[in-house]
């Protein structure tokens, strides 16, 4: 099984990362992609993935960080060109909070865009209470001709159709087993498995039974027992599907 969020680069899951990762392995989930979302934790991602055989990098600033950055796109751009780097992000849209403001927010975001573009590779999108705009924002800009995963997806049904005409896949992972998932369940339902990728986003949105404690990839069957259930399918092909989805998406 593959975890392709887990944020091992954060201090307290850092300093914990050999067992980490033992735990997985034991739960069989035996590839992670580890997203940056500043220009520290994208280093130590970088860092993480040249030590461990089994972790991928993905560089990038998230909407929320990219308060004062300038030059840091240069370095984006030329460590994006290392082979364990498999995708820029996670980026994109946060207007939750007001760190920054949606004019830095656009400009970080297609900046971003232009680079994956640059380098070939795809995109780990992070959108929230922004939908919309994140969809609208990678069109015009042809984000399409990378592709990517649109990270803890939120958005309609509808509108996730609309994305796998982008060349887009879905991060599925903990909401999913959360009883008020919303929309998600009918988009992991009505969309086919060939679009969907599992993920934690560990040491958040830890899944039931487990809510609200931190949360591992060593929890990623529960999210894919989650996934068989919904599809009415059994839970090795989700993961030999998944599998197929991360090695086309992220070429590992």
């Known amino acids: ?36 979302f500043d220009l520290e934790s994208s280093k130590l991602a ?21 308060k004062g950055y300038d030059e840091e796109y240069a370095w984006l751009e030329m460590a994006a060109k290392e082979d364990c780097v ?8 946060d207007f939750h909070w007001d760190t920054t403001t949606k004019e830095e927010q656009i400009e970080a975001f297609i900046k971003q865009i232009e680079i994956a573009k ?22 015009k800009h042809d984000a399409s001709v990378v592709g990517g995963v649109l990270h803890a997806y939120a958005g309609s049904l509808e509108l996730a159709k609309e994305y796998t005409k982008m060349n887009f896949c879905f991060g599925i992972g903990g909401v999913i087993t959360f009883k008020n998932a919303s ?12 679009y969907l990728i599992t993920e934690t986003d560990s040491p958040y949105i830890t899944p039931v039974p487990f809510r ?36 086309k998406l992220f070429k590992i």
């Open 1 to 36: 099984m593959i975890d392709t969020h887990c944020h091992l680069n954060i201090d307290r899951i850092y300093e914990k990362i050999e067992l980490v990762l033992k735990e997985a392995k034991e739960a069989n989930v035996n590839k992670i992609i580890v997203p940056g």
């Open 46 to 66: 970088l860092e993480i993935a040249k030590k461990y055989d089994n972790c991928y990098a993905a560089i990038g600033f998230h909407p929320t960080e990219i």
């Open 86 to 93: 498999v995708a820029i992000g996670e980026c994109g849209f």
């Open 118 to 139: 640059r380098v070939k590779k795809p995109l780990i999108i992070h959108a929230r209470e922004a939908n919309q705009i994140t969809f609208d924002t990678l069109k």
């Open 183 to 194: 929309s998600l369940p009918s988009v992991v339902k009505e969309i086919d498995l060939k």
């Open 212 to 247: 609200g404690k931190e949360n591992a990839p060593k929890y990623i069957p529960y999210i894919v027992e989650k996934i068989a259930s919904i599809k009415e399918i059994d839970q090795e092909e989700v993961i030999k599907q998944v599998q197929q989805n991360v090695l």
